[in-house]
């Protein structure tokens, strides 16, 4: 079990919600594919639900923002505080859709997108810190971009969060990895960015995806079609274990990869 205790580094990944139509449909749809126990927030919540994996929490299940809101997985980046990045996401030609506020104890967060269009949050934790467990079966294990222009998506990053990259792979598809500022050489990546050569379909401007982990793709892409969703691509071997991208039964994206468990 990979078990996360403490604040995140700011510029991490650190959480990752589905804002949906229908939240008790989802409820039932994620605790078949991945076990998990969803508890319910306090009323005050909205119909918000915590994820719980072996008694820790690994992400969250809500009311979609918004009628023009797609149904979708929002990817939170960690900050010490979520007024100066809003701020420095502006100055970097990013929009902040959502301004800073308070969610009632547990932080304060804000909704932004990046300069090529892409959507995703700002999390200072206080009593809710984020993942509660990750890198293991059932919970996220990676969090990447897929954006249409890769160079303004890393300079945009690389200004608000600090972010230094690393480019590798098919010339014709590269993939970044960002590390934070202050890391060490060689000290692990904190997520991705990608600019797929097929682009995306109209009217879309990419996303946030959230990599779920798993015992068996195979088996996890099954059961998620068998409930409703569908898969976009793979399931496919890579050099970081055999992955897909699907679509759950409300039509969001997220990815499975598998990841070794004890």
């Not at 403490?6 to 409820?27: I, N, Q």
């Not at 909205?46 to 797609?70: E, F, K, N, W």
């Not at 990447?144 to 230094?164: K, Q």
Request: hydrophobic letters at 45%.
């Amino acid at each position: 079990m990979s078990e996360h205790s403490g604040v995140f580094a700011p510029g991490s990944p650190c959480w990752s919600d589905l804002g949906v139509d229908d939240v008790g449909a989802a409820r039932t749809f994620y605790a078949d594919v991945f076990g998990w126990e969803l508890q319910d927030g306090p009323p005050e919540a909205g119909g918000y639900l915590i994820a719980m994996l072996d008694g820790r929490p690994v992400a969250g299940i809500g009311p979609r923002m918004g009628s023009g809101t797609p149904n979708a997985w929002t990817t939170y980046l960690a900050t010490a505080d979520a007024d100066a990045t809003a701020d420095a996401v502006r100055d970097a030609g990013g929009t902040v859709l959502v301004p800073p506020f308070d969610v009632l104890d547990a932080g304060r967060m804000a909704i932004a997108a990046d300069t090529t269009g892409v959507v995703f949050g700002l999390w200072q934790g206080r009593g809710h810190l984020g993942y509660g467990r990750v890198a293991q079966p059932g919970a996220a294990c990676w969090n990447e971009t897929h954006t249409t222009d890769a160079d303004a998506a890393r300079a945009f990053y690389s200004a608000v969060f600090g972010y230094r990259f690393e480019v590798f792979g098919d010339p014709a598809e590269p993939y970044a990895i960002a590390k934070l500022a202050d890391a060490a050489v060689d000290a692990d990546p904190v997520a991705g960015v990608f600019a797929p050569p097929s682009g995306f379909p109209d009217g879309v401007r990419g996303y946030w995806v959230t990599w779920f982990g798993t015992r068996d793709t195979d088996a996890t892409v099954a059961a998620i079609v068998e409930r409703g969703g569908r898969t976009l691509t793979g399931p496919a071997d890579s050099p970081f274990g055999r992955s897909a991208l699907v679509l759950g039964a409300q039509g969001e994206l997220f990815g499975v990869i598998a990841v070794p468990s004890d």
